[in-house]
Each structure stands twice: as structure tokens, then as C-alpha cells.
């Protein structure tokens, strides 16, 4: 690698090497040929021609066409003056010789004039392809969807070598949010020389600077170079205008569903909390005006009451979550936590909603620890609990298992109630959504879109499978606690 | 006393616990609250974490600046931030919003009793077929000695010298395992496991020990009356 490197960089200088190295390089070549030919040099002009042409091929190829003239013009004097007789004198007495040397100069020439072609269009065919490559990692990078602070650093750090820059720095404005990346090349601290800079710009408004530098001693800028960090400059200047139109997007998404979930509510509310309300005031209204001297009567309307607060409390507790969880105020204080402790927990708090099911817990043995916020995790095991109880048959079995799988632990809540069809199975995580065949089931039609969006947000996944006995099975994936929570 | 801001719970709270034969003082700010724990001779405070003045964590601070009262916070869906803070702040309990009556009466009176201890405090406690005798450091279960590590032991005293308490994974582990603990507590995970193994206690259906996930852990063993 580093000698093609090195090869590379010799060809890419070779179009104007100064005449002094191109000279250097022709009379070399031409010396060096002389020496070769010497032994020959009786038999005349014949022999040494050869030499003198590969060493014209020579000085062509590795020094470009002026190195070629130099050795085809320094080989003639050697042709006339060592080799055609008289010889070591600087003229020629034969006709032939006289051609020869014409012939010679020509085809040297000629010679010269295509390997230096053929070497400059490989050159250039080197540029395009490194050109092409950066254009191509440039388009690849800018529309991954990756932050903007990220595209911008690895843009910056994928610049430095085609370019041979010493520093790359971008500068770019998102939304009157500065964002500055620089990429240095690692290595020994370079002295800054010779800078470009190419304007980021969109319709007509400069939104940052693309600044390349070389580092002292290094090769000037060239035209190409110039035109190349332009082009950069232009796919820098998409990528920001994505950004700027992806955030914008996010902002009108979540507008809508803020709205969504705004009509939802309203909708909801007047469902989910005026009817407990309602049973709440006849309840004691009943009381109050002390028509009911009944105690049975009495204790059945504060039993009443009683559960309808309980229910209404619930309601307006998953509608602060759920809102809470939205607008992304429950951030997880995740540690490692151990799943068989929570659950343990959850499943004694429950004890008196669970009284009309079995609750089997299957939990293998030594599961390891995952790294989420407890208390979330056990409002997410105390909603798809409570949920699978309320979808249970009387006497049903609501079963909990959890197995871990690589880096996951999959807890999985079955039931035996009547199961969710495939066509549902997306639905049920929607706030508000109810299996619509039972509306008046008592649960709030929210437990599981806190629950999805908990989840989520610890970077796992939640999803409903079918239960081989017809019932409805809900799965979610919580990452293991690594590296990070140590 | 109480402490609360909404006049309602005020007036809930003070008709309830007047009706059990309390005798009731409600106030509704924090200033109010730290000076009424200063100058009256109370039982138990009732405290709610959101009072318009002050930070209910400051009045619990504040108040036991000068007074070991048991407090107990009524709280509304507070974060568990929030308990640990006031927990470990000073105060003895919390009751969420909304609670029945008896379960706060219940944690009143668990307060009230730890705060008032016997005379002669007994060294041999009795929990269904557990006894623990603190004097001599031994435990049985149904008259079979169960034998613990050190460790074990005195996570086993820490719990039932402040039975019915909500004890701080941060409170434990400082008191088990010395200052310097306080964020282990994955140790506090493994010993608590293995208590409860040892003492047959069944984590889904606790009769000693239950857990407060990401809080704590708190001892609900009743203490029968010992045999003679």
C-alpha cells in the first residue's frame, strides 16, 4: 500500500514537474543508456539506437513528456557523437547514420508523446475514480439518516485523504444551531500551509464552510482539487437541508399526533370519566338524601363508590402516564434490575385483582439482570397483567415466563380468554383501543399503549402472539444489563 | 398533624381520624407545618410532598432538625426520586393518593408504635412460626434453628427492629453494610433473596418481606404475642 501510495503521488506530480527534475530525469535516463551501449559502440549506430529509445520510454514514462524530450534530445547528441563515426566528434560522415539519427528523433518523439498520454490519462482516470468514490461516499453518507453532527464529522474525516489534507474543518448553521466538525490527520502535528474553502450554500444562502488545508510543503491546490471540494461542498449543503427538513417533519408528526391523541382524549373523557363519576354522585346522592335505610342497600352504594374511585384513579393514572410518556418526561432511571424481583413484587401487590385467575410464573432459573428503570418495568408487568386478567375466563390461568435469548430477556403473559386476531394484533398497543366487540369492559384502553411506549423507550419491543389454547399472548424484549450499567 | 394545601383532604382526613379518636391539628403550608412540629407535642405528622411554600422534602428535613415525630408522607403518584428523597430525608412512610382509610391507619399505627417502644423492648420477637432472639442472635423458623451468615443477620435486625417501615436500598445498605455502601445494590438484591429463602418467605405471596421495586424493601411480619 505504501509503495503504490508513493507510485501514486509521483504520477499525480508528474504533469508540471519543474524543468530542472524533468531534465534531471531525461539526462539520466539518457547517460544511463550511453553506459549500457558503450560495448557496442563499434558496431555502430545499429545497436545503440535501442537503448536510447527505452531510455526515452523510460524518462517518459516516469517523468512525463518534457523528461522524454530531454533524454530523445541528449540521446541524438550521444548517437552523433560516440557512436556514428568519426567518432567523439559532433559530426556525421555517413547518409544512413544522418537518417538514422532523424529517424530516431522522430519515433522518440512520438514514443515520448504517447507513454506521457497514456501515463496522464491514467492519471486522470485515477482522479476520476477517487473522485467518483468520494462523490459516491459522500451521497451514501449524507442520505443515511444519521444525526447531522455524525454525517458531518465522517464527511470531514472521509475528505482527508483523496484531498491529502492535513485539517478538514466544516462549519454549519441547522435551525440557528451551530454545528462545527474538524478532522485532523493523525500523526505528527503538521504546520498548516496552503487552504481552500468552498461555501455550503442552499438557494443562495450560505449556511456554512467546507476549509480544507494542506500542511506546509505539500502540493497547491489544483483546479480539480478546487472543483472537487465544491461538489462536496454541494452534497454537504443536501445533507443539511435534509436534516433541516427531516426535524421539521418530526415536528409536524408529532403535532399530528399530538392532536390525535388530543381528540382521543377528549372523546375518552367523557367515557372513562364520567361514568365512574356518574355512579360515584348517584352513589352518594343516594345517601346523602337518606332514602336508603337498607345497611345491605348502604354498603352495596359505598361498595359502589368505592370501586368506581378506585377506577376513575386508574384512568387519570394512565392518562398522566401516557401523557407523561408522550411527551418524553418518563425518562427511564435505568439500572440493573433484576426481572424475578420485579415480577415477584408485581404479582404480590396484585394479589386482590388476581383473586378471580391462576397466575403461574415460569421463570428460568439465574435469568440475567437487564438495565431498565424498576418502576417502569413494574408498571409494564402490572398493566399487561392486569390486562391479561381482564380478558380471562373466570378461574383462567394467566401464565408469565421469561427466558433470556443473547442480549434480550423475553418475558411472555398468556391468557385463556378469547385471544386477538392477527388483524388486531397491532391495534391493541393504540390508546384508547379497545377490543371493539366489548366496550364496556372496565379497563381503560390505555394499559398497553403505556406499556408499548415504555418499552420502546428502554430500546426493546413489545408485540402480541396467539396462545396455543386461544388465547392472547403478550411478548416484550428488554436489553441485558452490559458494560453500561456496570 | 396534618399538612396539606387542599382543604378537602383537610377536612376528609381531619373527620376520619377525629371519628378513630384522634385529636387533629391541620395546617396547610410548610412553614405552618415545621412550626406546628416545633411548638405542639405530636404524635404523627401527615405530610404531603406538594405544598405550595416548600419543598415537602425541606419540611421533613426541617422538622427533624429538632424532632424525631414519625412522618408520613401522603403522596400523589410522586416519582420514585421523590420517595428515596423523602425517605431518606427523615420520613418514616408514604400513603399514595388516593388511599383508604385503613391502610393509612394501619401505617399511622405502625408509626406510631415503632416511635413509642416498650419500656423493656422484647429481645424475642415472634412472627407466625419465625422467632428471632436479638439478645442471643439466634433464629428459628417453627422451632428448627436457621442458621445465617453475619450479613444476613443483621439485614434480618435491621428488618424487624423498623417493622412496617419502608427501609431505602440506600438506608440498608449503610446500615448492613456500613458507610461507605449506598448504590449496591444488586448485594442487597442477592442477601434479601436468600433471607428470604432461608426464612420460607415466598416473594409472590410475601408474609415478611415485600418489595418496593426500585425503593426498597419493607418488613410486614405481625408480631404475634410470644408464647409464655
New interface residues.
Given amino acids: 500500500m505504501r509503495i503504490t501510495g508513493r507510485v501514486e503521488q509521483f504520477l499525480q506530480s508528474s504533469p508540471n514537474p519543474s524543468w530542472v527534475r524533468a531534465g534531471a530525469i531525461g539526462v539520466s535516463a539518457a547517460l544511463l543508456a550511453t553506459l549500457v551501449a558503450l560495448p557496442f559502440a563499434r558496431t555502430g549506430v545499429e545497436a545503440a539506437i535501442p537503448f536510447y529509445l527505452l531510455a526515452v520510454v523510460v524518462a517518459s514514462t516516469g517523468g512525463g513528456l518534457r523528461s522524454g524530450l530531454v533524454a530523445a534530445v541528449v540521446s541524438s547528441i550521444g548517437i552523433t557523437f560516440i557512436f556514428a563515426p568519426p567518432r567523439f566528434q559532433l559530426h556525421v560522415d555517413r547518409v544512413e547514420d544522418v537518417l538514422s539519427s532523424g529517424v530516431f528523433i522522430v519515433v522518440a518523439l512520438v514514443v515520448g508523446l504517447l507513454v506521457a498520454r497514456s501515463a496522464d490519462m491514467r492519471e486522470r482516470a485515477t482522479h476520476r475514480e477517487r473522485d467518483a468514490r468520494l462523490l459516491g461516499y459522500l451521497a451514501t453518507k449524507l442520505l443515511s439518516g444519521e444525526r447531522l453532527e455524525q454525517v458531518l464529522h465522517d464527511v470531514a474525516a472521509a475528505l482527508l485523504e483523496p484531498f491529502d489534507l492535513a485539517a478538514c474543518r466544516i462549519f454549519a448553521t441547522l435551525d440557528g444551531h451551530e454545528i462545527r466538525s474538524e478532522a485532523l490527520r493523525s500523526g505528527p502535528t503538521l504546520e498548516a500551509g496552503a487552504f481552500v474553502e468552498a461555501p455550503i450554500m442552499i438557494g443562495g444562502v450560505t449556511l456554512g464552510m467546507v476549509t480544507a488545508v494542506r500542511s506546509v510543503g505539500m502540493r497547491p491546490f489544483s483546479s480539480s482539487d478546487r472543483e472537487l471540494l465544491e461538489a462536496a461542498a454541494r452534497q454537504i449543503a443536501l445533507a443539511v437541508e435534509r436534516a433541516r427538513l427531516d426535524a421539521r417533519v418530526r415536528g409536524v408528526q408529532l403535532e399530528a399526533e399530538t392532536n390525535e391523541l388530543r381528540a382521543a382524549l377528549f372523546s375518552s373523557v367523557t367515557h372513562d370519566l364520567r361514568t365512574p363519576l356518574a355512579s360515584i354522585k348517584a352513589g352518594v346522592t343516594s345517601l346523602l338524601t337518606g332514602t336508603v335505610h337498607d345497611a345491605e342497600q348502604q354498603r352495596e352504594l359505598l361498595t359502589t363508590v368505592l370501586e368506581e374511585t378506585d377506577r376513575l384513579n386508574r384512568v387519570v393514572g394512565n392518562l398522566m402516564d401516557l401523557a407523561r410518556v408522550r411527551a418524553g418526561a418518563l425518562v427511564p432511571a435505568r439500572e440493573a434490575t433484576d426481572i424475578e424481583e420485579v415480577v415477584l413484587a408485581v404479582v404480590a401487590r396484585m394479589q386482590p385483582q388476581l383473586a378471580g385467575v391462576v397466575i403461574r410464573l415460569r421463570l428460568r432459573p439465574s435469568l440475567p439482570e437487564v438495565f431498565v428503570d424498576p418502576v417502569q418495568l413494574d408498571q409494564v408487568l402490572t398493566n399487561v397483567i392486569e390486562n391479561a386478567a381482564l380478558h380471562s375466563p373466570p378461574g383462567g390461568e394467566v401464565t408469565l415466563s421469561a427466558a433470556s435469548y443473547r442480549d434480550a430477556v423475553e418475558i411472555r403473559i398468556a391468557d385463556q380468554g378469547p385471544g386477538i386476531s392477527p388483524a388486531d394484533r397491532q391495534r391493541v398497543f393504540e390508546a384508547f383501543y379497545r377490543g371493539g366487540a366489548e366496550p364496556e369492559r372496565p379497563g381503560t384502553g390505555l394499559g398497553l399503549a403505556i406499556a408499548q411506549a415504555i418499552v420502546v423507550a428502554h430500546g426493546g419491543r413489545i408485540w402480541i402472539d396467539g396462545a396455543p389454547g386461544g388465547g392472547a399472548v403478550v411478548a416484550f424484549e428488554l436489553p441485558v444489563a452490559g458494560e453500561r450499567s456496570a | 398533624m396534618v399538612v396539606d394545601d387542599e382543604p378537602q383532604i383537610r377536612r376528609a382526613l381531619r373527620t376520619s381520624l377525629e371519628a378513630h379518636g384522634y385529636e387533629v391539628v391541620t395546617v396547610g403550608t410548610g412553614q405552618e407545618g415545621v412550626l406546628g412540629a416545633a411548638e405542639l407535642s405530636l404524635d404523627l405528622v401527615l405530610l404531603d410532598l406538594g405544598l405550595p411554600d416548600m419543598d415537602g422534602t425541606d419540611v421533613i428535613r426541617r422538622i427533624r432538625a429538632f424532632s424525631d415525630v414519625p412522618v408520613i408522607i401522603l403522596s400523589v403518584?410522586e416519582?420514585?426520586?421523590d420517595k428515596v428523597k423523602a425517605l431518606d430525608a427523615g420520613a418514616d412512610d408514604f400513603v399514595t393518593k388516593?388511599f383508604?382509610m385503613e391502610e393509612l391507619l394501619a401505617r399511622a399505627r405502625a408509626a406510631m408504635r415503632r416511635a413509642q417502644p416498650d419500656e423493656a423492648a422484647p429481645a424475642l420477637l415472634t412472627f407466625g412460626a419465625l422467632e428471632v432472639d436479638l439478645a442471643r442472635r439466634l433464629v428459628s423458623t417453627g422451632g428448627n434453628p436457621v442458621h445465617l451468615t453475619p450479613t444476613e443477620y443483621g439485614l434480618l435486625e435491621a428488618f424487624v427492629t423498623n417493622q412496617g417501615k419502608l427501609l431505602t436500598h440506600q438506608w440498608l445498605l449503610r446500615r448492613v453494610w456500613g458507610q461507605g455502601y449506598g448504590t449496591e445494590?444488586?448485594y442487597l438484591?442477592t442477601y434479601v433473596?436468600t433471607l428470604r429463602k432461608k426464612l420460607g418467605d415466598d416473594?409472590?405471596?410475601?408474609e415478611l418481606i415485600?418489595?418496593?421495586?426500585?425503593?426498597g424493601y419493607r418488613w410486614i411480619g405481625e408480631t404475634s404475642t410470644a408464647p409464655q
Wanted: glycine share 10%; hydrophobic share 25%; net charge positive.
Fill in positions: 403518584r416519582t420514585q426520586l388516593p383508604g445494590t444488586s438484591r433473596r416473594a409472590a405471596a410475601p415485600t418489595t418496593e421495586p426500585g425503593v
